[in-house]
């Protein structure tokens, strides 16, 4: 398991090789610190570290409360509901949406 200590160490040995590699007077973007930094840290834990670290980052996501998704939301639904309703769309059971999703899916997977 690899620790804080670790992790400092990486940072570290990150933006030295960038500063090392790509001069002072070059600019040295916080992409490129992040990509090395995965490559030498992230890509040492083992993969049901690294599961619990995107599963981490993925919920950290849902702290961002978007005020108006929710009413914008009931209002798509009212307006398909009133579509179905009106027989304005064509309704597929989902079973077969799903298997057409699958089927083409499946065909790009393809090789030439």
């Known amino acids: ?3 804080n200590a670790d992790l400092r160490s990486a940072w570290r040995a990150v ?10 007077a070059t600019k040295v973007t916080t992409s ?7 490559s030498r840290y992230f890509r040492r834990m083992a993969e049901s570290e690294r599961a619990v670290l995107a599963h981490q980052l993925i919920a950290s996501l849902d702290d ?3 005020p108006g ?6 209002e798509i639904i ?7 309703a009106e027989g304005k769309v064509n309704c597929r059971p989902v079973e077969q ?4 999703i699958r089927t083409k899916l499946h065909a790009r ?4």
Not at 69 to 74: D, F, K, Q, V
Not at 109 to 112: E, G, I, N, T, V
């Open 69 to 74: 998704a929710e009413t914008e939301w009931h």
């Open 109 to 112: 997977s393809k090789p030439f």
């Open 78 to 84: 009212d307006r398909r509901s009133r579509e179905i």
């Open 97 to 100: 949406v799903v298997g057409d």
């Open 15 to 24: 933006v030295k090789d960038s500063f090392m590699t790509q001069g002072c």
């Open 64 to 66: 961002v409360v978007d």
């Open 32 to 38: 490129k610190l992040r990509s090395d930094l995965f």
């Open 1 to 3: 398991m690899l620790c």
